[in-house]
């Protein structure tokens, strides 16, 4: 049972990882500002989850896995509402998303 409880966690941890790697790849790749923050916030939790449950198996039944659950929880709570925010301050602040018809029309003189 501890090798399939082994192999579990650490295809979270790897799948995690990868999840993490790709939102970071996202940040970079991506046009604008609101783009950016959704492949960030979206991949962020994802594969910060992925990875808290990893260490979750990996602890067993302790003190160490009830306090990564309220880490997970905390961030489930705290990335969704902290993206709203940080998109609103943006609309606030006037910073416009980039529409597809603006990429596709010629520049006018």
């Given amino acids: 049972m501890s090798v399939l409880v082994d ?7 790897v799948v995690g990882g990868i999840f993490c790697v ?10 604008d500002f609101y783009t950016r923050m959704h ?14 449950l990893g260490l979750m198996l ?7 896995a009830v306090k990564l659950f309220m880490i997970g929880l905390l961030i489930l709570f705290v990335s969704p509402t ?4 940080l998109a609103r301050a943006g609309m606030v602040r006037g910073l416009k998303p980039l529409l597809a018809e603006e990429e596709n029309t010629p520049s006018k003189p």
Avoid at 39 to 44: G, K, T
């Fill in 7 to 13: 192999g579990i966690s650490w295809v979270c941890l």
């Fill in 22 to 31: 790709i939102g970071a790849v996202g940040l970079l790749r991506m046009p």
């Fill in 39 to 52: 492949a960030a916030s979206v991949i962020e939790t994802l594969g910060a989850g992925l990875i808290l």
């Fill in 58 to 64: 990996q602890a067993g039944a302790t003190l160490v």
């Fill in 82 to 85: 902290a993206t709203h925010a």
